[in-house]
């Protein structure tokens, strides 16, 4: 449906894009991930026709951008970063000009923007002016305007930025009804909306493509050896003494919480469940297992892993080797995270509506 | 196309600017008309309308300046390059809107001729004549305001350097009064322009060597013309310049009466220059 060949873009001296290569199938949601300034605006403006690749080619439905735009353009809605709106204009006289600029023929034009307006929930401000709308109506309005037409394929560069969580909500649920029909290809630097929208994930790293994979698949990339956390009512060193004799354990790390609780970590070996044997052997000794779950890599280990190093494959390797490793390699990966701006509120969001996310996340930030 | 000029007219009437632009005129030139025409007898027009170009100088900036240039700065640019629809339309849409909006006016001037009609001896294929072309001029004017508007993301920008221009094509005459005409002045013009389309090449391209030898080329055909017949040079430059001087094919209509078809075609193959240099400029800032 889409395919990027070799795509570099070059602004002067520096490289945006990166010699980037990927297909996109349809009927998915892709996800383009990547820190801010990672090249994912710019190559959507490349594969939209907003801007010439230094180098490369976007074919889209079989027509090249470059060659035939007017076709290919035919098959794209996009919602850039900045919704193109104009502010002078009410929405509806907007959503008409856009559906007229689009070549939707006349008599159906009208049908279809109140549709398309139903869509999104603006159908009350269709008469006010952009100018005196809030972001989240004027996000919506940008993204009605890259729904009409109905075009094969819908790009949302950062279509929840700036979104109170209400908002954030209402988009995403949106995104993947559209999905039903649409392929739609969304960048955004935060991976729980990512994760939670997303079929398929492109990782895009200072212009260059890291990864691309399933979310589950990526997170399995990380996750081969994991570690299990546990709470229990016993003092550290007894948890060290009982788990002194259970095979498949390659370290431990205890610490007393209040309440007499202790809190540890068990780095399993590669390839081992340690799950059973170390509630058993709690069990045996009578002391009160309060938690105990795997706590495995996450999107976000592989997101800082890819995003942050600067040779990749080896501090892949490294990472796959130590398997989530040491308390300082560990210590290490927490401030790289705190580094990075997550924007808390959507990872609440997030992971209110998907609590498996939230235990993970609890598990390795 | 049809959109994009609806959408422009629209946005023209309502943010005032068209409005704006298009009383001013019509007081300006009312004024005249009263002064002249009314109050002094004097039955053309025409003569009338040359006092108005001044109001282009100011006006039309005004109409062109935010026509690509605000497009670019708030980013709805990437709605029109997205959107299935060639460039050579958008560009069109917009400067047909422009052309309108400066059509208004001249279609209420086509009333005052009957006025002075009514009062007696009118010169009316004078006056209509110069109403035709005083529209033409301002369509001129706004290619080249739409022009620069697509050069620069700043609408201030767009508009001091349109009305500067304007300003100094108006003005034209004075200014080429001052150039030398021997025939080594000639030479050295040549020399120059050679230079600056040798430059330009090389800017475009990247290409030392096509930049070169076209330097090379256009310096030695200048030089041997200059040896074998160097009176072409005399007053080639301001022979060659002269014809910049837009508001002179106006002008000869309002003040001798005289029409000149080549100048109509000047006009004509201007605007198409400046349409085409706008939908160049635009594609030339996506690819770089």
Redesign the interface.
């Known amino acids: 449906m889409i395919e990027v060949k070799n795509l570099v873009k070059k602004y002067g001296n520096h490289l945006a894009v990166d010699h980037l290569d990927f297909t996109i199938e349809p009927g998915r949601i892709y996800g383009f991930l990547g820190p801010n300034g990672a090249g994912k605006s710019t190559t959507m403006?490349i594969m939209?026709?907003?801007?010439?690749a230094t180098e490369g080619e976007v074919v889209i439905g079989g027509h090249d951008i470059l060659k035939e735009?007017?076709?290919a353009?035919?098959c794209?809605g996009?919602l850039?970063e900045?919704p193109?709106?104009?502010?002078?204009?009410t929405v509806r006289?907007y959503l008409e000009?856009?559906a007229?600029?689009?070549?939707i023929p006349r008599r159906k034009r009208a049908d279809q923007v109140t549709e398309v307006e139903k869509m999104v929930r603006i159908r009350d401000v269709e008469k006010r002016l952009i100018r005196n709308l809030s972001k989240g109506y004027r996000q919506r309005v940008g993204l009605a305007?890259a729904i009409l037409g109905y075009p094969e394929i819908i790009i949302l560069d950062e279509p929840s930025v700036g979104l109170d969580p209400k908002q954030i909500i209402e988009i995403r649920q949106l995104i993947r009804s559209l999905a039903k029909k649409h392929t739609v290809i969304l960048s955004s630097h935060i991976l729980a909306e990512v994760r939670e929208v997303c079929d398929y994930i492109l990782i895009i790293s200072k212009g260059k493509l890291v990864a691309s994979d399933t979310p589950e698949n990526l997170e399995r990339m990380l996750g081969e050896s994991g570690t299990v956390e546990l709470e229990t009512k016993a003092s550290p060193a007894e948890v060290r003494e009982i788990l002194k004799n259970v095979p498949g354990i390659e370290e431990i790390t205890a610490k007393a919480e209040e309440n007499g609780i202790t809190r540890a970590q068990i780095m399993e070996k590669k390839g081992e469940d340690v799950r059973e044997r170390v509630s058993l052997a709690f069990a045996d000794r009578r002391k009160p297992l309060l938690t105990l779950r795997t706590a495995g890599a996450t999107l976000e280990d592989v997101f800082m892993e890819l995003t942050q190093s600067e040779q990749l494959p080896d501090a892949f390797t490294r990472h796959m080797e130590q398997a989530a490793g040491t308390e300082a390699d560990r210590k290490k990966r927490e401030d790289q995270a705190a580094a990075v701006d997550m924007e808390n509120i959507d990872r609440a969001v997030g992971d209110d509506r998907n609590g498996e996310g939230d235990e993970q996340d609890a598990g390795s930030l | 196309m049809?959109?994009?000029y609806?959408?422009e007219l629209?946005?023209y009437f309502?943010?005032m600017v068209g409005c704006v632009f298009v009383a001013f005129l019509i007081a300006f030139t009312g004024i005249y008309f009263m002064a002249y025409n009314l109050l002094s007898g004097y039955p053309y027009f025409s003569y009338t309308l040359s006092g108005s170009i001044i109001v282009f100088l100011v006006g039309i900036p005004l109409l062109t300046m935010r026509s690509f240039s605000e497009e670019r700065r708030?980013?709805?640019?990437?709605?029109?390059?997205?959107?299935?629809?060639?460039l050579e339309k958008i560009v069109m849409g917009k400067y047909l809107a422009m052309v309108t909006v400066i059509a208004i006016p001249n279609v209420i001037f086509c009333v005052f001729p009957l006025i002075i009609k009514a009062q007696g001896t009118a010169y009316p294929l004078v006056d209509y004549i110069s109403i035709g072309l005083f529209f033409l001029l301002g369509c001129v004017y706004a290619a080249v305001g739409m022009f620069i508007s697509a050069l620069t993301e700043s609408q201030i920008i767009a508009y001091i350097g349109t009305f500067g221009i304007l300003l100094v094509l108006y003005l034209w005459d004075g200014i080429l009064s001052m150039l030398p005409s021997s025939d080594v002045s000639g030479l050295m013009g040549v020399l120059i322009v050679v230079t600056v389309i040798a430059f330009y090449i090389w800017r475009m391209t990247d290409n030392a060597v096509l930049s070169g030898v076209v330097e090379a080329a256009g310096v030695i055909a200048a030089l041997i013309v200059y040896f074998v017949k160097s009176s072409l040079y005399e007053n080639l430059l301001t022979n060659l310049l002269g014809r910049l001087a837009l508001a002179d094919v106006f002008t000869d209509v309002t003040s001798n009466s005289i029409v000149d078809l080549s100048g109509v075609a000047l006009y004509l193959s201007i605007i198409a220059v400046f349409v085409f240099l706008t939908v160049q400029a635009i594609q030339k800032r996506?690819?770089s």
């Not at chain 2, 708030?74 to 060639?86: E, H, M, S």
């Open positions: 403006n939209t026709g907003y801007l010439g735009p007017e076709k353009k035919r794209i996009y850039p900045q193109p709106l104009y502010m002078d204009m006289e000009f856009a007229e600029l689009k070549e305007q | 049809l959109a994009v609806k959408r629209r946005s309502q943010s708030n980013r709805t640019d990437q709605l029109l390059l997205t959107a299935p629809v060639g996506r690819w």
